[in-house]
């Protein structure tokens, strides 16, 4: 069962939200928030597996509780997946929610039964953004790289300069296990290992920083 903390100021969405998720036998939601200040303080205490996060709230934005959750986690590993949902296709605060963690974008008109799947793949670290935004984040992101993206990518071994190349083309752990002749379990872990060296929380800053140091521009 996959727990799932909602956290929306709006009574209504929250209550949408809620429904969608619980209609599923997989899922459900162990707590909801309406504001930022508690989604942290529920998160804290329920220990939710993802977070449904909404990106503008009071007390706290969705932005500021994703980085106080996944930087002060009190608890034993792994830390919750946050799916942030915004209402435009960029909006102004995605760039600092990637940043600070989030492992998933989405549009608040998705379907439901993405929603749910958005859940599900987050849960097995994968990343879910918005088809219509994701291009337009990753150019965002090319026009102005962190410091120091290249001198990271000079730790990883070649395997897992193979491997975060994929990750970067949007392949699946399956997708990659298929391609390098590797055990899912295997690409997982060389991922963790790659995101350690990079000093990424998840797949979408490791893949962006991959784009950022033009290693898809360069020849095989």
């Known amino acids: 069962m996959i727990r799932v903390l909602i956290a929306d100021d709006q009574e209504m969405v929250r209550s949408a939200l ?3 998720v619980d209609r599923h036998d997989d899922l459900r939601v162990v707590a909801v928030a309406a504001d930022g200040e508690q989604a942290v303080a529920a998160t804290f205490a329920h220990r939710p597996d993802v977070i449904v996060m909404d990106v503008r709230m009071p007390r706290a934005t969705g932005v500021e509780a994703t980085e106080r959750v996944l930087r002060q986690w009190p608890h034993p590993e792994p830390r919750p997946r946050v799916i942030v949902l915004t209402t435009f296709d960029l909006d102004e605060y995605v760039h600092s929610a990637l940043r600070a963690g989030a492992s998933g974008f989405l549009l608040k008109n998705t379907s439901p039964d993405h929603l749910a799947d958005a859940i599900r793949t987050v849960v097995r670290g994968e990343a879910m953004l918005a088809p219509s935004v994701t291009q337009r984040l990753i150019r965002s992101f090319i026009a102005t790289p962190p410091p120091g993206a290249d001198d990271r990518l000079e730790l990883l071994t070649r395997r897992e300069m193979d491997v975060l190349l994929l990750v970067a083309e949007g392949m699946s752990n399956a997708e990659i296990g298929a391609e390098l002749g590797l055990t899912a379990a295997t690409v997982k872990s060389r991922l963790n290992r ?8 998840n797949r979408v800053q490791a893949a962006l920083l991959a784009h950022n140091a033009g290693l898809l521009d360069r020849p095989g």
Do not use: S
């Open 18 to 20: 809620r429904m969608v």
């Open 194 to 201: 790659i995101f350690a060296r990079l000093g990424a929380t």
